[in-house]
């Protein structure tokens, strides 16, 4: 038993101790308190700082990182997704050293910036095993993109052939993603959907309503989207436009429950988040990749005022500068000055270690969890160390407790 002394300890479940103490046990929190004058002496003390749970990274794409600064910011969506084709056609084997290596820079970039858990999506099984011997946990999400598929079971039955061969650990998983509405055929959803439900606790991922071009395509079947379906030979003449917003158009297939995590939002009316309410299904935003796509400003401040669950992501380095979560929180203030600290600082943990399952030992300081925990410095005369904690804080300042 070792037990730890910080003038700040952020256990999310409950407000923050001042002049606290945890109590680590092999690996497990044991107990949490303030710290009495008798306190013992031995107790090891951690200087100037908070800690708090490592963060949740609940949306990125580990694969991709090879395109760092790849793919130039634009000003609409669908000329970014343009850029990030055509990047991706230019650049190496998926199995490639280069692509291999950014994929390890990227795990030692997440660990050193606070991350414990990643969601990482990714249309190879690639990063499963650089994340398996890391360590962080992880959900691997399989992501399928098929408009276009004449035998969507098989699609998916391939799929998930190729998950089983995959070893899972006890922290890192694989499982099932959908692309986004406008490049999964409604049968492919399906089949995700039942494939996901057979096994007891795979969360599964979508992209959905991230930009204007999606909601048009969901709406009317025509605009940008169609246009570039078209050109990538992905068009299917059979597609029906399910007309409404792509919220409701996965909602009524059934697709939208607590396991899935809809990531981006940002063209989600309030009677989208109503709907994702009454799903349960948690909202990942990634704001700084939207404002680089095109996809445009997240509207945090409904997010939170809906009562959805909002978890954080990064995205990929294709569209995001690093995998900082504590820069992903800068700017979730910036956009959001109304929405306290402290839901911001749960979205990063709790939240994130709840829409992929790994809340049971992860997101909150409690006797019984993993003391997966972090130390962040503090200047001294920081009075509000939560909304300090939101303001930007560098890879520097970040420690993990051993
Ligand atoms: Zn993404």
Same mark, same amino acid.
């Given at each position: 038993?070792i ?13 923050p101790i ?9 690996g497990?929190v ?8 008798a306190?013992d002496?031995?107790a ?8 708090l749970?490592g963060?949740v990274n ?22 970014? =997704? ?5 990047? +991706?056609?230019?650049? $190496? !084997? #998926?199995r &490639?050293?280069?692509?291999? /290596? ?8 997440v ?8 969601g ?15 360590p962080l946990?992880? =959900? ?5 993109? +098929?408009?276009?598929? $004449? !035998? #969507?079971? &098989?699609?998916?039955?391939? /799929? ?16 099932l993603?959908a692309?986004?509405p ?12 039942r494939?996901v439900?057979r ?12 930009a &204007? ?7 009317s079947?025509?605009?940008p989207w169609?246009?570039?379906l ?6 299917d ?18 697709f ?8 981006h ?14 799903r349960?299904t948690?909202?990942?935003?990634c ?9 445009g ?20 380095l ?20 109304g929405?306290?600290a402290?839901?911001l600082?749960?979205?990063?943990t709790r ?9 049971g ?14 130390t962040?410095?503090?200047?001294p ?13 560098q ?8």
């Open positions: 038993m037990r730890y002394h910080a003038p700040w300890i952020l256990p999310i479940n409950e407000p001042r002049d606290g103490w945890i109590a680590v046990d092999r497990r044991a107990a949490t308190g303030r710290r009495a004058p306190d002496a031995d090891v003390d951690l200087g100037e700082v908070v800690v749970p963060l609940a949306h990125t794409h580990l694969e991709l990182s090879y395109l760092r600064g790849a793919v130039p910011p634009s000003a609409a969506f669908i000329t970014w =997704v343009r850029g990030l084709i055509a990047a +991706r056609r230019q650049g $190496p !084997d #998926p &490639a050293p280069e692509v291999l /290596a950014a994929i390890d820079d990227a795990i030692s970039d660990i050193a910036s606070g991350t414990a858990i990643v990482d999506v990714g249309n190879t099984l690639t990063t499963f095993g650089p994340l398996a011997r890391s946990a992880a =959900v691997v999400f399989y992501e399928l993109i +098929r408009f276009n598929a $004449p !035998d #969507p079971e &098989a699609v998916v039955e391939q /799929a998930c052939r190729e998950i089983d061969t995959l070893v899972p650990t006890d922290r890192v998983h694989a499982s993603a692309h986004a406008y490049s999964v055929a409604p049968l492919v959803f399906r089949a995700i959907r494939a439900d096994e007891p606790f795979a969360p599964c991922s979508v992209h959905l309503s991230e &204007a071009e999606e909601v048009e395509f969901i709406r079947g025509g605009g169609r246009a570039l078209q050109e990538l030979g992905s068009w003449p059979a597609w029906v436009p399910p007309g409404g917003t792509p919220v409701q158009f996965l909602d009524d297939s059934g939208l429950d607590a396991r899935v995590l809809a990531v939002g940002v063209q989600m009316t309030d009677a989208d988040l109503r709907r994702l309410v009454a349960g948690p909202l990942v935003t704001p700084r990749s939207n404002g680089q796509t095109g996809a400003a997240p509207p945090i401040e409904d997010f939170y005022r809906s009562g959805v669950r909002v978890a954080i992501g990064t995205d990929s294709a569209s995001a500068p690093d995998l900082n979560l504590f820069a992903e929180l800068a700017t979730m203030r910036a956009l959001a000055p929405v306290p402290a839901a600082l749960d979205s990063a939240q994130g270690a709840r829409a992929l399952a790994f809340d030992a992860y997101g909150t300081i409690e006797p019984g969890k993993y003391a997966r925990l972090i962040v410095a503090v200047p005369g920081t009075t509000d160390v939560e909304e300090y904690l939101v303001g930007g804080i890879p520097e300042q970040v420690r993990w407790v051993e």
